[in-house]
T-cell receptor
Framework: NAGVTQTPKFQVLKTGQSMTLQCAQD?????MSWYRQDPGMGLRLIHY???????DQGEVPNGYNVSRSTTEDFPLRLLSAAPSQTSVYFC????????????FGSGTQLSVL | GQNIDQPTEMTATEGAIVQINCTYQ??????LFWYQQHAGEAPTFLSY??LDGLEEKGRFSSFLSRSKGYSYLLLKELQMKDSASYLC??????????WGAGTKLIIKP
C-alpha cells in the first residue's frame, strides 16, 4: 500500500515550457486535489476532483489543467510555465467526496526560470 | 473574506509544554484540522475537531471553541522531533479546506 505517489520530486523548467506532475493513489479515495505551498502563505487549492470524470477549480487554477480519467490518477499539467509558478506542489487525497482527512504525496519542488 | 490566523513562529524547550493558537473567520464551519509538517516533507494529519471541547491523543491535544472561532494545539513533553510547522485548516460551508500559513515550532535543548 503505497498511499499517494507523486512525481517528480524536483523539476526545473524554463519559462514557456509545459510539463505534467503525476499523482496516483492506491487507497480508492474519491477525493483528490492539488495544492501549491508558498513561503508565508497557507496551502492554496489549485484543482480538485470528487471522482473519476469530475474536476473543479480551486482558489488558484489559472495556468493549470487537470483530468481524472481513473479513480487512481490525477495529473496536473502546467500549460506554459511562468516564474510565478515556482512553488512546492502537493497532491492530496481523502476518502469520500469531500475534503476530509487528507493524505499527501511527498511534494514536487518546481522552479521556473 | 475567509481568514485563518496563527503565530508565525514559536520557540519552546525540550520537555516543556507549548500551546499553538489558531483563530478563524470563515463562511461556515464544518470542522477544524491540525497537520504537522516537517521541513521538506508533506503535511501529516494530527487531529480533527468538529464539536467544542478538548480532544486528547497522547502527547498532543486539540481544543475547539466554535463560538469564539478559536482552536489550539497543545503539545506536552516536547521532544526535538516535534520541531516542525503546525498547520491549522478549517472546513468551510462548501466543504473546502481553508489553510492557515502555519506556525514554525523550534525546540531548543
Amino acid at each position: 500500500n503505497a498511499g499517494v505517489t507523486q512525481t517528480p520530486k524536483f523539476q526545473v523548467l524554463k519559462t514557456g515550457q509545459s510539463m505534467t506532475l503525476q499523482c496516483a493513489q492506491d487507497m480508492n479515495h474519491e477525493y483528490m486535489s492539488w495544492y501549491r505551498q508558498d513561503p508565508g502563505m497557507g496551502l492554496r487549492l489549485i484543482h480538485y476532483s470528487v471522482g473519476a470524470g469530475i474536476t473543479d477549480q480551486g482558489e488558484v487554477p489559472n495556468g493549470y489543467n487537470v483530468s481524472r480519467s481513473t479513480t487512481e490518477d490525477f495529473p496536473l499539467r502546467l500549460l506554459s510555465a511562468a516564474p510565478s509558478q515556482t512553488s512546492v506542489y502537493f497532491c492530496a487525497s481523502s476518502y469520500g467526496s469531500e475534503a476530509k482527512k487528507l493524505f499527501f504525496g511527498s511534494g514536487t519542488q518546481l522552479s521556473v526560470l | 473574506g475567509q481568514n485563518i490566523d496563527q503565530p508565525t513562529e514559536m520557540t519552546a524547550t525540550e520537555g516543556a509544554i507549548v500551546q499553538i493558537n489558531c483563530t478563524y473567520q470563515t463562511s461556515g464551519f464544518n470542522g477544524l484540522f491540525w497537520y504537522q509538517q516537517h521541513a521538506g516533507e508533506a503535511p501529516t494529519f494530527l487531529s480533527y475537531n468538529v464539536l467544542d471541547g478538548l480532544e486528547e491523543k497522547g502527547r498532543f491535544s486539540s481544543f475547539l471553541s466554535r463560538s469564539k472561532g478559536y482552536s489550539y494545539l497543545l503539545l506536552k513533553e516536547l521532544q526535538m522531533k516535534d520541531s516542525a510547522s503546525y498547520l491549522c485548516a478549517v472546513v468551510d460551508s462548501n466543504y473546502q479546506l481553508i489553510w492557515g500559513a502555519g506556525t514554525k515550532l523550534i525546540i531548543k535543548p
